[in-house]
């Protein structure tokens, strides 16, 4: 099948960048405490976790490989296949708490991995532990299953960010020397392999790194990636059979699995590994604004509408299934069985806010929006050293926070989603200002060749009121564009106390206009509490509605209520009412108000009647989702039973 062409006609895409996140500031409000746990808690007790659970001992390249800390999986993959990854993400998180913070004690652990990284890396470039050390002879194999370039590609996204943090070239290097290799390895070149890794992730890499370089190979090598993967006949199969091995046999059965079943431009439909498909996604992005592809940008439009519209939980939660750790059916979106891993919530986080430099669309930025302040969020505990991998939206009391996970690729994940998080909240272009999310903090941003330095006040999430600044050196004629939240139904704006007319474009308020120093907007959204229904077709949360407040959706915790939450019936029209409790895990706001509960204290040992329940009157609360199981073990719900 011919590879898709770009257009010939197509509309120039016009693109934001995102603001350098050292230059993002969170001084106060929601995020300061978050951030500020991430970079003195999760960092460091991530880095005591990769070595006391034995993951940097891979790096031992000149011992002999020791018994495996993870077994081989019926698919052939061990965890340890890919620990690699778990440096990379790990190096990537921590540098990007460096340059405003500089540590001495974690630079010096990221050398001393890097020394080790390099001092094992073979003459050809070649760089992958599992391979050097335990199977050299297998290396390139087995693409389909064995994720070497998944973990290359986290290696290389840690020495994107570590050199960019401190300026060091070593690790960058190295991961140039393996990208030379793959270059050499792989692409439509006679004598080069056709293939690409099956659990996507090195193509965002290498368009980071081209964006360091810019060298048009790492470009290349990206786009070739993206172009290959579900061209027919499958790699896949070519692959297994110059192993010996039956392509029918394959585990997964379908190569749907890793986006690999069609073409790319031919996906309509959001399939396989959740994780997988938003890397995949989050790299068409960067290639259809790299390489002004709009071909690639309507399938990822196509994808992303497809997956929310039909696919994703309401706390942004992604992929439901255990099984294939993804997708099944549209509108299958069970919640004590939710799969909805934290990577995956963090890689619609890349996805989404990629779409939004492309196409400055609120669809996008709302949906970053919700899974940073619920399903990825909900990832990390208030301590920041316990975490979720799959996210449930309902349970009974059997998911606890753990310390370390066997296949611990989350934690690294919302880490770094969380020490880089300045990126996501403005972007700019020539003489515009966008600014996406809403959260007390100063940033700096370049604005054409004028330094605007922006401060917002406020107390989002839980308060819609957000006073901005500007401070400029010189008046400056420019576009402000202001996201109005798809939540909100009543917005209003100010400039310098006086109220203006919303213009909305695709979701952001334009304000064009000469701003000088000490300029003041002031945005107010309108937070309700609201009932959310979910689609007829979604039937597990028939009869249910779930609680939102401005971008928080909320959960009842067997914690404040004392009885499960599926108990409870809520009427649809009662008053639900918000407070802030100063005291729940550093300050929170909850919702309260009636509901009933069904009585059983009637019931004895009958398990089954002719008579309903009573339903007994009593207060219920609710608490945002992301901060649930982070108090004693119990139930919890996030759709409830209408009354
Ligand atoms: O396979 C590598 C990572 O581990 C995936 O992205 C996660 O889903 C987990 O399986
Ligand atoms: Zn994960």
Not at 243 to 259: H, I, L, M, N
Not at 440 to 469: C, F
Not at 589 to 596: H, K, N, S, Y
Request: aromatic share 12%; net charge negative; with cysteine.
């Amino acid at each position: 099948m011919p590879i898709a062409q770009k257009s010939q006609s197509r509309t120039p895409i016009d693109r934001y960048v995102p603001a350098d996140h050292t230059r993002v500031a969170f001084t106060g409000g929601f995020w300061k405490s978050w951030t500020e746990t991430v970079r003195d808690v999760t960092i460091p007790t991530q880095h005591m976790r990769l070595d006391e659970e034995g993951f940097l001992e891979v790096l031992d390249f000149d011992k002999p490989a020791g018994p495996l800390v993870r077994p081989i999986q019926p698919s052939g993959l061990s965890m340890q296949h890919f620990f690699d990854s778990d440096f990379g993400k790990w190096i990537e998180a921590a540098s990007y708490t460096l340059k405003n913070n500089p540590n001495p004690d974690i630079e010096a652990k990221i050398d001393a991995i890097v020394e080790k990284l390099e001092h094992g890396q073979m003459s050809d470039g070649y760089l992958n532990s599992w391979f050097i050390r335990r199977e050299p002879e297998k290396r390139w194999t087995n693409l389909r299953d064995l994720h070497e370039m998944y973990s290359m590609g986290h290696l290389l996204e840690g020495a994107v960010a570590y050199f960019e943090a401190t300026g060091k070239r070593r690790f960058l290097d190295v991961m140039i020397r393996a990208v030379d290799h793959i270059i050499d390895t792989f692409g439509r070149e006679p004598g080069k392999l056709r293939g690409y890794d099956a659990h996507e992730e090195i193509e965002l890499a290498l368009v980071k790194l081209y964006r360091v370089t810019k060298d048009p190979r790492h470009l290349k090598l990206a786009t070739y990636f993206v172009d290959e993967r579900g061209q027919m006949p499958s790699y896949y199969d070519e692959e297994a059979r110059k192993r010996g091995e039956d392509p029918a046999g394959y585990v997964f059965q379908t190569y749907a699995y890793s986006q690999a079943h069609m073409p790319v431009r031919e996906q309509t439909q959001v399939v396989g590994h959740a994780v997988r498909a938003m890397y995949l996604f989050s790299a068409m992005a960067d290639l259809a604004f790299e390489n002004d592809d709009e071909s690639l940008k309507s399938a990822c439009d196509r994808l992303f509408d497809n997956l929310i519209g039909r696919q994703l939980y309401v706390t942004g939660g992604l992929g439901p299934s255990a099984s294939n750790e993804g997708f099944t059916r549209e509108y299958d979106l069970p919640n004590e069985t939710a799969y909805a891993e934290t990577c995956a919530a963090v890689a619609l986080g890349f996805f989404s806010h990629r779409m939004a430099q492309i196409e400055l669309d609120s669809k996008f930025t709302d949906k970053l929006e919700t899974v940073l302040y619920n399903g990825a969020l909900s990832g990390i505990s208030r301590d920041g050293e316990h975490y979720f991998y799959e996210n449930v939206l309902e349970s009974h009391g059997q998911n606890r926070r753990w310390k370390w996970h066997y296949c611990p690729c989350c934690p690294t994940n919302i880490a770094r989603f969380i020490t880089s998080l300045g990126q996501y909240f403005y972007s700019t272009k020539a003489d515009e200002v966008a600014i996406h999310l809403y959260g007390e903090n100063a940033a700096e941003l370049s604005v054409g060749n004028t330094l605007l330095r922006l401060k917002q006040t406020t107390e989002y999430p839980w308060n819609g009121d957000v006073g901005i600044s500007l401070g400029l050196e010189q008046p400056k004629h420019f576009t402000l564009r202001l996201r109005i939240p798809g939540w909100c139904r009543d917005a209003g704006a100010f400039v310098n106390g006086e109220a203006i007319k919303l213009d909305v474009a695709k979701g952001y308020a334009v304000i064009e206009r000469e701003w000088k120093d000490g300029d003041e907007v002031r945005l107010t959204f309108d937070m309700p509490v609201d009932r959310l229904y979910a689609h007829p077709a979604a039937t597990e949360d028939n009869g249910r509605f779930a609680l939102r407040r401005g971008p928080v959706i909320f959960c009842v915790e067997e914690a404040d209520l004392g009885t499960e939450p599926q108990r409870l019936r809520l009427s649809s029209e009662g008053e639900i009412i918000a407070n802030y409790d100063a005291a729940l895990l550093g300050g929170a706001t909850v919702l309260e108000g009636d509901a009933l509960e069904a009585d059983a204290s009637d019931w004895q040992e009958t398990l089954y009647r002719t008579e309903p329940p009573a339903l007994k009157p009593r207060r219920f609360r609710a608490i945002p989702y992301h901060l649930w199981a982070n108090r004693e073990p119990g139930a919890m719900a996030v759709w409830l039973h209408e009354k």
